[in-house]
């Protein structure tokens, strides 16, 4: 088996971080939903864990580095089993099973409840998580198609 998944899985996570990225760029400087932030529940809670304060900095580059490799390199590995004929569908199916992980798994870890519902926001956190998650994946899942040379490998 050819070993240049990985380089791809690495570039297409990378993509689908940075464009995670601007999407919470944007959440921050619009203004919406300001108390929804994933990225300072994230720091509390490492801060906890280790016993010290940690940068604002380390949830949103663990984020981006989990995303831009182990992911990244999980989505390659799992691409040809994924549902779907081309890597816009395949990313749109990985991010939809990421989004239930954390909604079910994670944001509970991080003191929100199921899906963010103990922020009292109704169903807004649970949606915007989704956003970000499906603007990674997809992304993720256009490129990688790309560098692979068809939409259906």
């Given amino acids: 088996m050819s070993k240049r998944w990985i380089w791809k ?8 971080s940075l464009a995670h990225s601007l999407l919470m760029y944007f959440k ?19 801060s906890i864990w280790v016993g010290r304060d940690v940068h604002p900095l380390v949830p949103w580059a663990l984020s981006f580095f989990n995303g ?15 549902p779907g ?6 990313g749109l199916i990985y991010g939809a099973c990421g989004w239930v992980a954390m909604g079910l ?12 519902n103990r922020l009292g926001l109704g169903v ?15 992304v993720m899942g256009i490129v990688y198609s790309a560098l692979n040379g068809s939409t259906a490998r």
């Fill in 9 to 16: 899985s690495a570039v297409a996570g990378l993509c689908g």
């Fill in 124 to 138: 807004w956190p649970a949606l915007f998580s989704l956003a970000m998650l499906l603007t990674y994946s997809v």
């Fill in 105 to 116: 798994l994670f944001f509970p870890l991080l003191g929100l409840g199921l899906f963010g």
């Fill in 85 to 90: 004929d081309n890597g816009s569908t395949k």
């Fill in 28 to 46: 921050s400087r619009s203004g919406l939903l300001p108390t929804f932030q994933p990225y300072a529940n994230l720091q509390m809670v490492l």
């Fill in 68 to 82: 831009s490799t182990f992911v990244g390199f999980f989505f390659g590995l799992s691409y040809r089993w994924l």
